[in-house]
């Protein structure tokens, strides 16, 4: 049977999206050469983690992550980065010399590559819609601000193997997307459930030991030959207090809510479970058979309301979720605004704190809380629609075991 309409190509989809990434690069090349004395990396909102990890990493002089050890210096992290991501860091460096400039634009090659592959996973499982993805306000704005692309692609691709049955290739994938961020970890438990759903447990293990395995196959030589550095991105982050984009942030500076750091890590893992758990037994009571793996969307906003950091780029996270999980434009509209706000009043505070002209912190807070507000209504439509089932066939592909499916 003919498609009633037109479909959009892959080609157009990639086109899409190495347009955006490379309209963000060039967003952000006038900080690219490191010569930030002006605060420009705040008034031209170019800031990107990229230019002085180059430096604070000390990947110059072809330093080994985790395995050299990094020089101390005072107010300084390294090796503060999962594996996967440091070494992504030092391929770049290797590329690219020692210079601020190259240095990125290698790293830009690198994220513009992680993103086309999680623009070809959204379009095999969701068709057009990769182009929003492609060309969203998020991915531009935040694309090349940090590292987390690799991790999504990851991510990413492990659901199409997922939606193709491979359920062993699925959590090799996962396993290594949480060897570059942790978050694709939490994708096992959603995953695992819909392959309970479907009364296949064996294949829900597999998926759990796969992502297990591949994990420690990637991160174990590190942890026997250097077990402190390696350690190194679990204590930075167990010690590292509310960021500036948390409502922790806020709730401590305007509520008087209790602020010490261990207070935070265990209040706020305690929160992210029970509200988790909440949303799903509501989901549950309310639609009984829903796809379990929808539940990616809550718990991946659960997390990101309850911890005590929301990086800027960890919106790319829920982008191709977006595509998958909640296929209604208006709220992902709203959260790309609300994101993108975020983005220019965050920097420009910075500016303002930083001595320069800037906007006020309260402006800032504002869309801070004006983006919570939208993801709740995100989960408010997860929990009211059902979504379509996760399968490798929205472009014309079939399962996997298309055999034993009807055509």
Partial sequence: MKHARRTVGLGVVLACVVGTMAIGTALKSPCARGDWSDLRQYRLLCYSDIVPLLGTEQLRGGRLPFLDPCEEIEGQNCDEYPVVTMYAMRAAAWIAGEEYGPFFYANAVILTAAAAAVATGVWLLAGRRALWFALAPTLLVYGTVNWDLIAVAFATIALVAFAARRDGWAGVL????????????LLVVPLLAQRLQDREPDRGIRLAWAAAASWVAVNLPFMIAAPGSWWEFFRFNGARPADWDSGWFIACRTVGVTCDTGT?????????????????????????????????????????????????????????????????????????????????????????????????????????????????????AWLVRDADPLVLGRRGWRPADAAAQPA
Avoid at 174 to 185: C, E, I, S, T, V
Avoid at 289 to 308: A, D, E, H, Q, Y
């Fill in 174 to 185: 996962l396993g290594l997307g949480a060897a570059a961020k942790l978050y694709p970890a």
């Fill in 264 to 380: 935070i890590n265990a209040v706020s893992a305690v929160l992210f479970l029970a509200t988790f758990a909440a949303l799903w037994v509501w989901k549950l009571t309310r639609s009984p058979s829903f796809p379990r793996w929808t539940l990616i969307l809550p718990l991946l906003v659960c997390f990101l309301l309850t911890n005590k950091v929301y990086s800027p780029q960890y919106g790319l996270w829920l982008l191709p979720v977006f595509a998958l999980v909640l296929p209604d434009l208006k709220p992902f509209v709203a959260f790309a605004v609300a994101d993108v706000a975020v983005f220019v009043t965050r920097f420009w505070f910075f500016e303002e704190l930083s001595g320069g002209s800037g906007t006020p912190q309260w402006l800032f807070e504002v869309a801070v809380v004006s983006r919570a507000v939208v993801l709740l209504w995100c989960v408010a």
